[in-house]
């Protein structure tokens, strides 16, 4: 399974590159506009440092201006995923970005038929919003198994990327379910490795040979 992260926040991306988890990046008007910074100057960065999808959104809702921008967005990097939401106008986006070879993830997913014309669409990746989905009282992960299910049945080539997550165990059933790609808030990701087991467990180690007053490199 392929880790996203989720911001625009160079440092917090920097901060995990040295871990291995960051196979990717998305990111959205929101997270661009909170960290006040250019958008153009702020996905080449973070292209710059990162070498897998970087996704940058595009914001005009009429399809002759989402697809000028998808380009336009595309022509900042070779791994720009140009990301473009689940309407009409997206998908027809979707598809004539597809035919140039650009990569293009479509977001705001919620349910397995939007799913579904993505992946009729040649979409890259779909985005489906498990955590939004939970805020209104449904299950996100049943969207999750429902569109596993659906793109294994036809060998669709699009890579299920779950959105909105907000627990470990989001990510854990999505795994298990064979999503392909999760992206994650930086905290999320901080939670992953978290066990107060392992605390314990490493502390009694190191009082344990503390005791011993030995150095495992030579003084």
Excluded at 184 to 212: C, M, N, Q, R, S
Aim: charged share 20%.
């Amino acid at each position: 399974m392929k880790f996203f992260v989720d911001t625009a926040d160079l440092k917090q991306i920097e901060g995990l590159l040295p871990s291995g988890f960051v196979d990717g990046v998305t990111t959205n008007p929101s997270l661009i506009a909170k960290q006040g910074g250019n958008m153009r100057e702020t996905i080449e960065k973070i292209c710059g440092i990162v070498s897998g999808p970087v996704s940058a959104e595009v914001t005009a809702t009429d399809f002759d201006n989402m697809l000028k921008e998808g380009e336009y967005l595309a022509s900042i990097a070779k791994n720009v995923a140009v990301k473009v939401p689940l309407t009409i106008n997206g998908l027809k986006t979707c598809k004539k970005l597809r035919e140039k070879n650009i990569m293009v993830n479509v977001t705001l997913c919620f349910s397995a038929a939007q799913a579904l014309l993505a992946a009729k669409a040649g979409a890259t990746f779909i985005s489906p919003f498990v955590g939004r989905l939970d805020d209104i009282g449904e299950n996100g992960m049943d969207l999750i198994k429902d569109i596993v299910t659906i793109y294994n049945n036809y060998n669709l080539e699009t890579e299920v990327l779950v959105a909105s997550i907000r627990t470990k165990q989001h990510l854990i059933d999505s795994a298990i379910i064979g999503a392909h790609v999760a992206t994650l808030p930086p905290k999320v990701i901080h939670e992953l490795y978290d066990h107060p087991l392992t605390e314990k467990g490493l502390k009694a180690f190191l009082d344990d040979w503390a005791k011993t007053g030995q150095s495992i490199l030579p003084k």
